[in-house]
């Protein structure tokens, strides 16, 4: 085979915004997904990155595209906005880069969630059709693409799960976390969120706090089983999608 005809190694970069304050944890949480992700693609180069770390992106576009064309660019985020259309766009400059949905926007998404509320379910001896699924999500003043990402979602989360009733609250914008978690019963919180960032370790478990809601609280969608399986079928996708064009 020669070697114009021989295949180009996937190469990707996942990003996420990261904490600009404590940029480290995250940073170790990207690291570690991007190897989860290389596991199913063999060959692959898979780096994980935040924003908040100087350079890093940039850094890790370089190396990727290094001889090979445009590395494959996987937002880690959960909705389209102003950070994925405007600032990672910004942050990439005139450097090669294919860049891709948000993780938000996965159509395994679902799936996924709907896994892990299972596995609680049973942990709790719970049926799910008298458990009420709250989802915890972001939110904006100014950018409805947060909020319509996690109404979208929700519904067909709490479907995939056998969960007939489903709540949604938010911490930046009404109907905010407190209000809506008030007086739910049985019921488990989903964060509809990437990372372990302030607002999951900080704002979700005031709100819960205050709210007296005492059920499960699952983690971010980065420490839930087989995320990693799921964003490599979807770089896999798009590397033949990419070839096929």
Same mark, same amino acid.
Request: hydrophobic share 45%; net charge neutral; proline share 8%.
């Given at each position: 085979?020669?070697?114009?005809?021989?295949?180009?190694?996937?190469?990707?970069?996942?990003?996420?915004?990261?904490?600009?304050?404590?940029?480290?944890?995250?940073?170790?949480?990207?690291?570690?997904? =991007? /190897?989860?992700?290389?596991?199913?693609?063999? +060959?692959?180069?898979? %780096?994980? $990155?935040?924003?908040?770390? &100087?350079?890093? @992106?940039?850094?890790?576009?370089?190396?990727?595209?290094?001889?090979?064309?445009?590395?494959?660019?996987?937002?880690?985020?959960?909705?389209?906005?102003?950070?994925?259309?405007?600032?990672?766009?910004?942050?990439?400059?005139?450097?090669?880069?294919?860049?891709?949905?948000?993780?938000?926007?996965?159509?395994?998404?679902?799936?996924?969630?709907?896994?892990?509320?299972?596995?609680?379910?049973?942990?709790?001896?719970?049926?799910?059709?008298?458990?009420?699924?709250?989802?915890?999500?972001?939110?904006?003043?100014?950018?409805?693409?947060?909020?319509?990402?996690?109404?979208? =979602? /929700?519904?067909?989360?709490?479907?995939?799960? +056998?969960?007939?009733? %489903?709540? $949604?609250?938010?911490?930046? &914008?009404?109907? @905010?976390?407190?209000?809506?978690?008030?007086?739910?019963?049985?019921?488990?919180?989903?964060?509809?969120?990437?990372?372990?960032?302030?607002?999951?370790?900080?704002?979700?478990?005031?709100?819960?706090?205050?709210?007296?809601?005492?059920?499960?609280?699952?983690?971010?969608?980065?420490?839930?089983?087989?995320?990693?399986?799921?964003?490599?079928?979807?770089?896999?996708?798009?590397?033949?999608?990419?070839?096929?064009?």
């Amino acid at each position: 085979m020669s070697d114009r005809a021989r295949p180009v190694p996937l190469r990707a970069v996942i990003v996420a915004h990261g904490s600009p304050s404590n940029p480290d944890p995250q940073d170790r949480a990207m690291r570690a997904l =991007a /190897a989860s992700v290389a596991r199913h693609l063999p +060959g692959a180069d898979v %780096v994980g $990155v935040t924003l908040a770390s &100087e350079g890093r @992106f940039e850094a890790a576009l370089d190396s990727a595209a290094e001889g090979q064309g445009a590395p494959l660019v996987y937002p880690f985020f959960m909705a389209r906005g102003w950070f994925t259309e405007t600032f990672l766009r910004r942050r990439t400059g005139n450097r090669p880069g294919w860049q891709m949905a948000p993780f938000g926007l996965e159509p395994g998404l679902p799936d996924l969630a709907a896994g892990t509320l299972r596995k609680t379910l049973a942990e709790q001896a719970w049926a799910a059709g008298d458990t009420t699924l709250f989802l915890a999500a972001h939110g904006s003043r100014s950018n409805r693409a947060s909020r319509d990402s996690a109404l979208r =979602a /929700a519904p067909a989360i709490a479907k995939m799960a +056998g969960m007939a009733r %489903v709540r $949604v609250g938010f911490v930046e &914008e009404a109907p @905010f976390l407190a209000e809506t978690a008030r007086d739910l019963g049985q019921a488990i919180c989903l964060p509809f969120f990437a990372l372990p960032a302030g607002h999951v370790t900080e704002d979700i478990p005031e709100a819960l706090a205050e709210a007296r809601f005492d059920g499960p609280v699952l983690p971010p969608f980065v420490d839930h089983h087989d995320v990693g399986a799921l964003i490599a079928a979807s770089l896999a996708r798009a590397a033949r999608a990419r070839r096929a064009a």
